[in-house]
């Protein structure tokens, strides 16, 4: 069996998904999603210029030999471009795997441990009363778990993933039109103030069934970090996502020996060398990272059964810049893996997306079920696909109140 064709789609209706289509000679096909949020055309350059050349004749089968050829053959490696570029490669060979067996993926991985797989929504609002009324239409929507973000009083620009307006809580911003990045302000000191008190009445609002996740999105020091995590373990988080800069894998030993609250980190990680001390000395409870940007599901896998030796559970990545297909591909390790914990997911489900990735993976009661489709089980319409085309993005860039760069 040889890979005859590979093309690569950049473009839809929300967001810029990066598409690879490979082709084989027996007229089956593999998809795999390399989208590298507001940095979508270099994964794509990757792919175009250096890996689709040398995947022409390869027998796609290989999956594990292919991945090791990329990475290993690279030598520079790692990176998120890099890992974006091998991870849609992976996913579309692994797709046209479980397309040849005739079965879903999650049969290949070892069968179902579950049945639906518990998601999280984004509730978000300007000042607390909004965020309060975003939780409460996520609870009727029959979502178990939800996280948690509010606006500030006093902060200029409002914080992390918070809308502009009053009200307007499902365009809260984290990412900005054009390629020049907006500037957003932070004060930490009014943050561990605020942000403790207004999660405990969240609680009180909403009892203590309801799973409540936080994201302090990178921005508070180690030590800062473990005053927050003291200050809001009677809230009983279901985590605490991302509360230092995730490159230094020592930071959160300090917020280890302060405070039992669960810790999530990950989501910018490409490599298990990203996460490899952190997982085995147990800092944290629960690895974030994508099958999108770290290296597809080969790559992911491995990492997935590090964590389960060390009582880490899985909580991918999903926010809307993942399309279909990388969610598609994590729901199936979702459903397999032993050491599942949850899945971030924000509604992909608009007719146009629908239209362009057409499945049978659906959402039910705050639970994510597989498809049985043989692969991935997401489809792609290239005629729909030629509707849109790349715009380009950014993240914010975030500054202290006197000028000095912070963390986004
Ligand atoms: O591209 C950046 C986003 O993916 C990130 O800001 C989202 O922190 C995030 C999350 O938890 O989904
Ligand atoms: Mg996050």
Same mark, same amino acid.
């Given at each position: 069996?040889?890979?005859?064709?590979?093309?690569?789609?950049?473009?839809? *209706?929300?967001?810029?998904?990066?598409?690879?289509?490979?082709?084989?000679?027996?007229?089956?096909?593999?998809?795999?999603?390399?989208?590298? !949020?507001?940095?979508? +055309?270099?994964?794509?350059?990757?792919?175009?210029?250096?890996?689709?050349?040398?995947?022409?004749?390869? =027998?796609?089968?290989?999956?594990?030999?292919?991945?090791?050829?990329?990475?290993?053959?690279?030598?520079?490696?790692?990176? *998120?471009?890099?890992?974006?570029?091998?991870?849609?490669?992976?996913?579309?060979?692994?797709?046209?795997?479980?397309?040849?067996?005739?079965?879903?993926?999650?049969?290949?991985?070892?069968?179902?441990?579950?049945?639906?797989?518990?998601?999280?929504? #984004?509730?978000?609002?300007?000042? /607390?009363? =909004?965020?309060?009324?975003?939780?409460?239409?996520?609870?009727?929507?029959?979502?178990?778990?939800?996280?948690?973000?509010?606006?500030?009083?006093?902060?200029?620009?409002?914080?992390?993933?918070?809308?502009?307006?009053?009200?307007?809580?499902?365009?809260?911003?984290?990412?900005?039109?054009?390629?020049?990045?907006?500037?957003?302000?932070? $004060?930490? %000191?009014?943050?561990?103030?605020?942000?403790?008190?207004?999660? +405990?009445?969240?609680?009180?609002?909403?009892?203590?069934?309801?799973?409540?996740?936080?994201?302090?999105?990178?921005?508070?020091?180690?030590?800062?970090?473990?005053?927050?995590?003291?200050?809001?373990?009677?809230?009983?988080?279901?985590?605490?996502? $991302?509360?230092?800069?995730?490159? =230094?894998? $020592?930071?959160?030993?300090?917020? &280890?020996? #302060?405070?039992?609250?669960?810790?999530?980190? @990950?989501?910018?990680?490409?490599?298990?060398?990203?996460? !490899?001390?952190?997982?085995?000395?147990?800092?944290? $409870?629960?690895?974030?990272?994508?099958?999108?940007?770290?290296?597809?599901?080969?790559?992911?896998?491995?990492?997935?059964?590090?964590?389960? /030796?060390?009582?880490?559970? +899985?909580?991918? #990545?999903?926010?809307?810049?993942? %399309?279909?297909? %990388?969610?598609?591909?994590?729901?199936?390790?979702?459903?397999?893996?032993? !050491?599942?914990?949850?899945?971030?997911?924000?509604?992909? @489900?608009?007719?146009?997306?629908?239209?362009?990735?057409?499945?049978?993976?659906?959402?039910? !009661?705050?639970?994510?079920?597989?498809?049985?489709? *043989?692969?991935?089980?997401?489809?792609?319409?290239?005629?729909?696909?030629? &509707?849109?085309?790349?715009?380009?993005?950014?993240?914010?860039?975030?500054?202290?109140?006197? @000028?000095?760069?912070?963390?986004?």
């Amino acid at each position: 069996m040889k890979i005859t064709d590979a093309k690569v789609f950049v473009g839809g *209706p929300a967001k810029n998904y990066v598409t690879l289509k490979i082709e084989t000679d027996q007229g089956i096909c593999g998809l795999g999603d390399a989208t590298l !949020n507001n940095r979508e +055309t270099l994964p794509a350059a990757y792919l175009k210029d250096y890996l689709i050349p040398n995947l022409i004749g390869m =027998d796609p089968r290989n999956s594990e030999d292919i991945w090791q050829f990329f990475y290993r053959g690279a030598y520079f490696r790692r990176g *998120p471009i890099a890992m974006a570029a091998f991870g849609a490669i992976d996913m579309a060979l692994w797709d046209i795997k479980g397309k040849l067996a005739n079965m879903p993926l999650y049969q290949l991985f070892g069968g179902k441990s579950r049945e639906g797989a518990l998601v999280y929504a #984004h509730a978000t609002g300007a000042d /607390l009363e =909004d965020l309060m009324d975003s939780i409460s239409w996520y609870v009727e929507q029959g979502y178990k778990a939800i996280r948690v973000q509010c606006g500030i009083p006093g902060m200029p620009k409002a914080g992390y993933a918070v809308p502009e307006k009053k009200g307007d809580v499902k365009n809260y911003i984290t990412d900005y039109t054009g390629i020049r990045p907006k500037v957003e302000i932070w $004060d930490t %000191s009014r943050y561990m103030r605020y942000m403790p008190k207004a999660l +405990t009445q969240v609680r009180e609002r909403f009892g203590p069934e309801l799973k409540i996740l936080h994201d302090v999105h990178h921005r508070l020091t180690p030590r800062e970090a473990a005053e927050f995590a003291k200050a809001v373990e009677p809230v009983d988080l279901f985590w605490l996502e $991302d509360p230092t800069p995730a490159d =230094d894998q $020592d930071a959160l030993k300090f917020l &280890r020996h #302060h405070s039992t609250v669960p810790v999530a980190i @990950g989501e910018v990680f490409n490599s298990i060398w990203d996460c !490899n001390k952190l997982i085995e000395n147990e800092l944290i $409870d629960f690895i974030r990272v994508a099958v999108t940007y770290a290296g597809g599901i080969t790559h992911v896998k491995r990492i997935v059964d590090l964590a389960a /030796l060390h009582h880490v559970r +899985t909580g991918f #990545h999903g926010a809307p810049s993942h %399309s279909p297909l %990388s969610m598609a591909a994590q729901a199936h390790l979702n459903a397999w893996a032993p !050491n599942f914990g949850i899945q971030e997911y924000l509604v992909l @489900g608009t007719p146009e997306c629908d239209a362009l990735f057409p499945s049978e993976h659906r959402l039910e !009661n705050g639970l994510f079920y597989v498809s049985d489709a *043989p692969g991935l089980g997401v489809a792609f319409d290239e005629n729909e696909a030629a &509707r849109y085309s790349y715009k380009p993005g950014s993240h914010p860039v975030v500054r202290l109140e006197d @000028g000095t760069l912070w963390n986004y």
